[in-house]
């Protein structure tokens, strides 16, 4: 029925994703793993898109599920599938995103991934906000090693971490002038990118 489906194309609409997800996914244990993969992903894509979050990780879940049927699966689309799995369960308010994104941060680490490591440290920090309290030294600590393992050229990603550097120094008042220095290279870093999603993020933490 999958193979029926793929070959009268229309996969671009999301109903149709969430079908051709569905039946691939029923056959992923007859060989059908890639095809399961992809569109699991690609339905768990447009279903973020439309803000339906909670249908959108049961799509990524099917996906990494069916993705374990392989002897070796791809370790780094393991991570990326579990990253925007963390995603929409954070945004979806369901606290088991942590867990999820803390594999990743795990599995970064691992591969020597430097971005997959920002990407997922991202995941776990509050953008533009911070609970009052002391300040977070496991977090500060994984910022900060994620912007060290970056490229010098991955200028998005870095403007993205200082910003939520500068965030997770908030609480303590002695660390104001680090803070200020932060978020100023953060704008810096923002603006070299030319984007305006990327410096309107920065913005808001910075």
Do not use: C
Not at 64 to 76: C, M, N, S
């Amino acid at each position: 029925v999958g193979l029926e489906l793929e070959a009268r194309g229309g996969a671009a609409s999301e109903s149709r994703l969430v079908e051709l997800a569905h039946h691939f996914l029923e056959a992923a244990g007859l060989g059908e793993v890639e095809r399961a993969v992809r569109y699991g992903r690609l339905a768990g894509n447009a279903a973020r898109s439309g803000l339906a979050f909670e249908q959108a990780a049961g799509h990524y879940e099917g996906a990494l599920g069916a993705l374990e049927l392989l002897d070796e699966p791809d370790r780094e689309l393991r991570a990326g599938l579990k990253l925007a799995l963390g995603d929409v369960l954070r945004r979806a308010g369901d606290d088991q995103f942590r867990a999820v994104v803390s594999d990743v941060v795990d599995e970064a680490r691992s591969l020597g991934n430097g971005s997959l490591l920002a990407k997922a440290t991202l995941g776990l920090v509050a953008t533009g906000t911070r609970i009052p309290g002391p300040i977070d030294i496991w977090m500060v600590g994984l910022i900060e090693e994620a912007l060290d393992g970056l490229e010098v050229e991955d200028l998005a990603l870095r403007a993205r971490l200082l910003g939520a550097l500068a965030v997770e120094l908030l609480a303590d008042p002695s660390q104001l002038a680090r803070r200020v220095q932060l978020s100023e290279e953060a704008i810096m870093a923002a603006r070299r990118v030319g984007h305006r999603a990327v410096l309107a993020r920065v913005l808001v933490s910075a």
